[in-house]
């Protein structure tokens, strides 16, 4: 392989393996900033229990998240610098914002936290925890208005051989970019949720510390239920607004290969690339890719076809990862409304509480679903129309990157294996024991 | 005058960051020296606990506004240095989740591994980053396309591996000062034993690495031509010479202070001595990547200086406030307070 594939390969290890830890701190630093606010204003110690519990996942969640996120700021430069001298002056300037407006407060305040219980008034440490949330928040939305310009690059001139900002507002306030922020951050919170629910009802299947998780699991539900739902409705504006600034991105998230007015949507397809059709194609819906892309049955569509080949993103990967992205969403929503409907007798209905544990990988694989979809759909443009991605690869030899992609997949497994064996064990254990009993 | 503004905002924001990850690189380096016990390895993990990735972060702005301002300098040094900067972040990753990690299971084989992950990433960051500055300083192969033509050998040369060294001098020595404001009991004793020989090692390297530098770069053509920049490198070897003296005094916090300025001096010595080039090239002076030739548009520079006058404060505010609330020393009734990882 050459340094071009072997770099997307390292670039999509490093990404992959970041959004496993980061979208789970996203939203349980908010659940935590919740439980710890309930402490300080009723005084109930359970609160602080509680927060102490997730606190402990959120902190190494955070901390592989942070390591595996300064790898990503670095690849730019070592990988992708033909990419970075082409786009510093826009992309180079909002990361530099993330670092200074929210990473620090983030890693500074998180410390504070973890430290601060003896030594912080219950107030002053209850804000630390929200300034953690709201930090890491943040720090999401300047990564994604940065992914955003990438998709669909605004305010800026082509000049002195690169692309120049013009417009600040434009790049940072673009509606897409909020379009992007809300279904990810939704996404993200839809996944905590689900692991809070899931780690709850492994202790409630139990019959262990029933009422510490029978809180945990109503929080969890309420904030997994509010998302999916809300998802559900966002994720249709958000394709709809692909349809009109990415459209063969559509096209190859619904296998569609020709341009045709009432395009039905098709529940199952095996495209086949090289010959620009679908092997087999199961449950045609005449009209609803129109319609949904366009809010008319009668609306025309562009096929893949009527796109330069080497304009067309790999079809069968993105088709295939939408999908499964889109089919998770409604699971969730389904889920969440019966255990919703269900809500004051959970602890007593094993089969759900059961289903609830099973699920939690399912956000995740959602997730990943999802940037599938997002940036293989880019392809072939690393900048959307701007830059290809084949241009933007570092001069570096292949043997580097090979061997750091090896050393990357290594270390990595290692990684994820210990913090995983590390979660479950502190899952498994449980809560502290309440104060003056152990 | 935009440009000049970013080259010295640039060379101080990595100055900050040396003098604050300086000392928990330089501590977790000397920990198997300092540190003889579990309790004692824990006090150590301890007082680095509350500030270390606040540390880090500066790394991150450093690393973003090289990106920001000057594009092209951050994709031929990144895409350059690879190997080097590969080992860094690993030696970061492991060092990183060692913090977390390390007390989660109680098992001795556990522990020692996470404490070799902390040790070894500590070292290597310290290593590198002085080896990769000392041969900026120096100047890089770099041709006229702004490609990097060397290898990760090209970088271990006399006077890289000199700068190294120095590096990791400055933080033992920093990081030893950190331990004995933050300990008491043995662990304080043996940092304030290690101290004096650990500065004297220091000055030796001072020595010669400004000697060096004198024949391997063009470093101080800047300062014959301005001979008032001088005073840059009097403060710091000033403070340096205040290091011991306050060493010998016992004023631990003052002494730390020095070190402080000994390392922001050495960095922004090197960093004037730069100006305007971010990135001599050693094959054609003319090849050089420079704060006018590699920077970003005027628009992104005067946007980013308002972000960075107006946050880069702020962050220095509150992280000030984080040392005043954890300005005790750490005792062992701190690590039975469950506080900390």
Redesign the interface.
Known sequence: MDALMLSRLQFAVATFFHFIFVPLTLGLSILIAIMETKFVRTGDEEYRRLAKFWGKIF??N???G???G??L??Q????W??Y??Y???????I???????A???E??????W???????SPKLHCLSIWLVAFAANLSALWILMANAWMQHPVGYTL??G?A???D?LAVVTQPFGFQIYFHTLSGAYILAGFFVMGVSAYHLLRKQHVAFFTKSLRMGLVFALIFSLAEVVQGHIHGAEVAKIQPSKLAAMEALWDTQANAPQTLFIIPDEKNERNLVEFGKIPGALSLLAYHSTGATVKGLKDFPKEERPPVALTFIAFRVMVALGFFFALVTVIAWLKRNKLADSPRLLKLLLYSIPLPYIALQAGWIVTEVGRQPWIVWGLMKTKDAV???AAS?VGI?LT?FIV?YSL?GA??FY?IA??VRRGP?PVRGEG | MLETIWFLLWGVLWAVYFMLDGFDLGLGTLMPVVAKTDTERRLVYHVM???W??N??W???A???T??????T??????GL??A??LI??A???R??S???RD??NSPRWKCVWDTCLVVGSFLPALLLGVAFANIFRGLPIDQ???YQGTLFTLLNPYGLAGGILFVLLFLVHGALWLAVKSSGDLHDRAAKLLPKLWAALLVMAVIFLLTTRRATFLYDNYLANPVLFLILAVTVAALVMIRVYIAKGSWWRAWFASCVTIVGTVLFGVVGLYPKLLPSSIDPAFSLTAFNSS??P??LK??LA??LT??PI?IA??AW?HH??RHKSGEEDLE?????
């Not at chain 1, 786009?87 to 300037?93: A, W």
């Not at chain 1, 973890?114 to 912080?120: A, E, H, T």
């Not at chain 2, 951050?74 to 895409?79: D, E, L």
């Not at chain 2, 307070?337 to 990882?341: L, R, T, V």
């Open positions: 902190i190494i955070f901390a592989v942070v390591v595996t300064i790898t700021e670095f730019f430069g070592t990988n610098s033909r970075s001298r786009v510093g002056d826009i992309f180079g300037s990361l530099a914002i993330e670092a200074t407006l990473f620090f407060l890693s500074t305040f998180l410390a504070v973890i430290f601060g219980w003896k030594r912080l000049r002195n690169r120049e900002l013009t600040f570092s001069p570096i580097q750091s050393a270390a990684l210990t913090a590390l064990k502190h502290e | 606990g509350p500030f990735d606040g880090e972060v790394l991150i702005t690393g973003g506004v990106f920001a301002a000057f594009p092209t951050y994709a031929t040094m990144f895409s690879y190997s900067l590969m972040l690993f970061l990753i492991v990183g989740v913090f977390a990690f989660e299971v396309e702004g490609i970003s548009s628009l992104t946007i980013m972000v960075a946050f880069v962050v509150y992280q984080v609330v954890f307070h469950e506080e900390g990882y």
